[in-house]
């Protein structure tokens, strides 16, 4: 038996409301470009429209003229999605909350995650939102995953709770002593100050 193994998320499907709805939240407070919209071939009651978050995947909706938006928090039991993380560059993580207060949208003000931080709000139908920014850069050609697996065993070795930026900075610092050669016989961390 052999695993079906992924490559990544294709896309990511909702059930909206009405198009307008959808149009207006996911480009005009998200800014995802709206690039696709054909009629849902599993329903031509609904509309399938697509938006483009800016990492090479889609996000798409399934719209219907006669659904109106629910703002009740959406159920986040068992087989939910509690919520959609969507990347943001540090620099745009500083505006977040003064954009969402300027359209009236309460949040939960920013979260120190130790290796991000995070802001949550609710999207026009109840769903959690988290706009999250990593406080790191992987050294070039090393996926987020791998600096974060690297962190996790440098934490879990030193009995720490929860990942900090210590953690990553050694992770970087490991992970690029494994990715790039040298011309050094000794690569261990030196101080040329103390001669």
Known sequence: MEKIQTQGIHHITLVGADRQTSIDFWEGVLGMPFVFEQPNLDDANQSHLYFDPGDG????????????????????TIGCVHHLALDVSQAT????????????????????????????????????IE??????????????????LAAHKIRVARGDYNIQEVHLADAIEQLTRQTRGSLSE??????????
């Open 57 to 76: 995947r889609l996000i798409t909706i399934f719209t219907n003229e006669d659904r109106k938006p629910d703002a009740e928090p959406a159920p986040q």
């Open 93 to 128: 993580f500083r505006q977040i909350a003064e954009r969402l207060e300027a359209r009236g949208i309460e949040h939960s003000g920013p979260k120190d995650r130790g290796f991000m931080d995070s802001i949550y709000f609710r999207d026009p139908l109840g769903l959690l």
């Open 131 to 148: 706009l999250a920014s990593y406080r790191f850069k992987p050294p070039e050609g090393v996926p987020m995953g791998e600096v974060m």
């Open 186 to 195: 000794d690569r261990e961390p030196k101080n040329p100050f103390e001669r």
